[in-house]
């Protein structure tokens, strides 16, 4: 079933993402993964096109645009060629960091730091994150503890998308509380500040070109200033901006498991076994059909998602539900894919056999695909209860 969720001026839109992708993404795929980073070049160019930053207001050096169906355009186009990586760091970018200083930043925080969010200068983190926290946020312990105008941050995260290259972190952070138990609470650290120091670039499974690092934070002085939003309200923070994480996690889910039925159907419909292609035995006909049938039916979903999300309407709920569906329905498509290619799926040449490493967090990462069941099961049964 085609999609229409895009229309002319999104279409447009896709010629310039296409050419980046053609002409900045695709011929150093390879050489990312190898050096374990992405260059800075790559952001700055993505920056010149148009392609970071949609939603920040033109005062600040963005177009202003809320319809986030332009950002499906440039999270479908890098998927398409399997540039999860860069994906993962363009959607840190804009979705979640940018997005949280739009959100909760003071016009001069904003001033400061967004325009360098459009044009590529800027690379942000947030850190949630720690060793001994995983989906919990309510296990943090990194403290922020005020001294004077400033407040004196100590802890350490991990798993930090863009902790190497990162120009500021928000970091999520414990602050006193008149029940003693502290409350979470938001500051951005910016690069070169005292006590700020990258740990290890963690060697991971997949997404070898996204740089994954461990932050320590030794008594780095926070200035007031970089405080953002209310000191206190940072769980709050959170959990408003987890359906837009989660959203995106699923588009990318879902555009990079259309990328991979269209690798499989050109693969099996090429290659021969016993005398005729692939693509002739019923097995792989009935694979192929069923996994095409689900898409479509997670893309129905995803686009009302997408819609809602554009309208300030998406529900954490639906956000689960949509990260849940999508990234399961990434992993069997891949899986069987790859499954379908053989000997040959196994190969790094060939996409598919990226596409099924780097796809594996996808049901860990933005809150794990059970704390999304979790999510759901909590919301069905309180609406129940009141319906009875």
Do not use: C
Not at 1 to 27: C, G, I, K, W
């Amino acid at each position: 079933m085609r999609s229409d969720l895009f229309e002319v001026d999104h279409e447009a839109y896709r010629q310039t993402v296409r050419r980046f992708v053609e002409n900045d993404v695709v011929p150093n795929l390879e050489r990312w993964d190898e050096q374990r980073s992405i260059d800075r070049e790559t952001w700055l160019a993505a920056g010149k096109l148009g392609l970071l930053g949609l939603s920040i207001p033109e005062e600040y050096g963005g177009s202003g645009v809320t319809d986030y169906r332009f950002r499906v355009v440039v999270i479908s186009e890098l998927a398409r060629v399997g540039a999860a990586a860069l994906q993962s760091g363009f959607s840190t970018n804009d979705d979640i960091v940018a997005n949280y200083i739009l959100r909760q930043g003071s016009a001069d925080q904003k001033r400061r730091w967004l325009p360098g969010f459009t044009t590529g200068e800027t690379i942000g983190a947030i850190a949630m994150t720690e060793p001994g926290t995983g989906s919990d946020l309510r296990g943090i312990k990194t403290t922020a503890v005020q001294d004077g105008d400033a407040w004196v941050v100590n802890g350490s995260k991990t798993f930090i998308t863009s902790g190497i290259l990162a120009d500021l972190v928000i970091v999520v952070v414990r602050t006193p509380s008149s029940d003693g138990s502290g409350a979470l609470s938001l500051v951005v650290v910016e690069d070169g500040m005292p006590g700020f120091h990258r740990g290890r670039q963690l060697h991971k499974v997949g997404l070898s070109a996204q740089d994954t690092a461990e932050l320590v934070f030794d008594d780095v002085r926070v200035p007031q200033e970089n405080v953002l939003g209310e000191i206190g309200a940072g769980l709050h923070y959170l959990m408003d901006s987890l359906s837009l994480e989660r959203l995106g996690i699923a588009l990318a889910a879902q555009m990079s498991a259309e990328a991979a039925l269209q690798w499989t159907v050109s693969y099996v419909t090429e290659r021969k076994a016993f005398g005729k292609s692939i693509s002739e035995f019923q097995n792989t006909g009935f694979v192929l059909a069923d996994l095409a049938t689900r898409i479509d039916m997670v893309r129905a979903f995803l686009d009302r998602a997408v819609i809602q999300h554009s309208h300030g309407e998406l529900s954490p709920t639906d956000a689960a539900k949509a990260k849940l569906a999508a990234t399961e329905l990434q992993w069997d498509v891949i899986d069987a894919g790859l499954q379908l290619h053989g000997g040959y799926g196994y190969m790094m040449e060939y996409p598919i056999a990226k596409a099924f490493i780097d796809a594996r967090v996808q049901r860990i990462y933005g809150g794990t695909n059970e704390i999304m069941k979790e999510i759901i099961q909590r919301d069905l049964f309180s609406s129940a209860d009141r319906r009875s």
